[in-house]
């Protein structure tokens, strides 16, 4: 079983946002989105994992505001998001990425491609685990 762990990250801009705010010199810009891409495999369906220096999804389709959070345990929150109907109907997901207040890739996450149907909703979650 492969595993999950090695197709999420925490942004190297993340981390470093993380270390200017704990030493004071920044506030930590909340998280706001989610960006889907459809870049997360290879042409033959394998799953591309990550960058640990990556700022973009590899072929960003849209962004959208989160639906909202709830925190899994002391350290991990989870976050949400649901495509209405008509959102990226026809198109396979295979890339997600949580957004900041400054617009900036905070976690990206890969994984097989999902095809969005007309006329159904998709919900998508992304845990941020410290």
Known sequence: MEDANKNVII???AREK???????????PKIV???FGDGGTD?????????????????????????GYTFVDK????YICTLSENE?????????GLYDE??????IKTFMRKGKDDGLEMAFEIDDVF
């Not at 270390?19 to 920044?26: D, H, V």
């Not at 990226?88 to 997600?96: T, V």
């Open 102 to 107: 400054d617009g900036d890739l905070v976690c």
């Open 11 to 13: 942004t190297e801009a």
């Open 43 to 67: 042409p033959d369906g394998n799953i591309i994992p990550p960058a640990e220096g990556q700022t973009a999804l590899l072929n960003e389709l849209m962004r959208k505001g989160i639906d």
């Open 18 to 28: 993380i270390c200017k705010a704990r030493a004071g010199e920044t506030g930590l």
């Open 33 to 35: 989105g989610m960006a």
């Open 88 to 96: 990226l109907a026809g198109d396979y997901i295979s890339e997600l």
């Open 75 to 78: 350290t991990a929150c989870r």
